[in-house]
């Protein structure tokens, strides 16, 4: 009995010192610009960007100048399958897609979605690297205009690994 009571003191101790250490990494990602604080299932939503005057061409450029390793995307496919939008891999079994939605009276809509990842036991894999390509993501398109005007819709559609 005694032995379980250490056992279980130890577990406990070893998780909260995990949790402490996570939380000090998230703490220096928000305070680096890395992440925003997100609601829990960000992922499972579309994020809609409307800027003015920012065609495909230059989201695609501006894109090529992020620095996607450091948000876990190992490929990046521009243009895919001829139409105007960019698929994003990640190494970490999960997928992004930013794709051009339409345009009317030179206010252009893109949407951002992350349409694959994988779960381990109910809870989704790589999180933080997703807020970190999302928060870049954002970021980009307020750099090309300061006025984007950014909508989160919950997704009808839930794809997973």
């Known amino acids: 009995m005694k032995d ?3 056992v279980i003191l130890i577990t406990v101790a070893f998780v909260a010192v995990i949790g402490f250490i996570v939380k000090l990494y998230m703490d220096k990602l928000t305070a680096d610009g890395k992440i925003v604080k997100r609601e829990g299932k960000f992922f499972e939503a579309e994020h809609i960007f409307t800027v003015t005057g920012i065609d495909y061409n230059s989201v695609e450029q501006s894109l090529k100048s992020l620095n996607l390793r450091e948000c876990g ?3 990046t496919y521009f243009g895919n399958g001829g139409r105007p939008e960019t698929l994003l891999k990640s190494s970490g079994g999960w997928n992004a897609l930013i794709k051009f939605e339409n345009e009317a009276n030179g206010q252009y809509v ?3 979605s992350i349409p ?3 779960t381990h036991n109910g809870n989704a894999m790589g999180i933080i690297k997703m807020n970190m390509l999302l928060t870049s993501v954002e970021k980009m398109f307020l750099g090309l205009d300061p006025n984007t005007i950014v909508e989160t819709k919950k ?3 839930k794809y997973q690994k």
């Open 73 to 75: 995307i190992s490929e």
């Open 110 to 112: 893109y949407n951002f």
């Open 155 to 157: 997704k009808n559609y």
């Open 4 to 6: 379980l009571m250490i």
């Open 116 to 118: 694959v990842y994988s």
